[in-house]
């Protein structure tokens, strides 16, 4: 019984929500009256649509070094998610925030750390699937950036 909570877990965290949920999340940067926005779980195609339109969003990895990617996001800083506590100071203030992951499952816990330490992050958000990072480099490459 245990074990089937824990699969059913694991695949609740790792189903992304669907492209007619990801259409609705339109995102606005607050204004200084606003308070955090808060994305939540974005899938791969959301959240690269999200990181095409704020061009200026950090973007973190959050996997520990064993798992980190070995091609990752251009730009993108690497603090994994079991360092969060003490290192969320690096992410720069001010602008939006994606983190990722191999699959959205880490990215949870950084998430929810950076909720509470850095109100001053206007957009939060994290991937829930795989990363689109093939996808966004060739974009970023074409830009010029």
């Not at 609705?24 to 926005?37: D, I, R, Y």
């Not at 999200?50 to 990895?61: T, Y």
């Not at 994606?98 to 499952?105: N, P, R």
Request: overall charge positive.
């Amino acid at each position: 019984m245990k074990k089937s909570l824990a699969l059913l877990a694991a695949l609740i965290a790792l189903t992304p929500i669907s492209a007619k949920d990801s259409a609705k999340q339109e995102v606005a940067m607050p204004t200084q009256n606003q308070s955090q926005k808060k994305l939540g779980g974005l899938t791969p195609e959301a959240a690269l649509e999200f990181l095409k339109k704020n061009p200026d969003a950090v973007i973190v990895e959050v996997n520990t070094d064993y798992w980190k990617l070995k091609t990752g996001f251009i730009g993108a800083i690497h603090i994994p998610h079991d360092q969060m506590e003490r290192r969320y100071g690096e992410i720069p203030a001010g602008r939006p925030v994606i983190l990722h992951c191999g699959a959205g499952v880490v990215s949870v816990p950084a998430y929810e750390t950076l909720l509470e330490k850095r109100p001053d992050i206007p957009v939060l958000g994290y991937i829930a699937g795989r990363p689109p990072v093939a996808e966004y480099n060739e974009w970023k490459k074409a830009q010029g950036r």
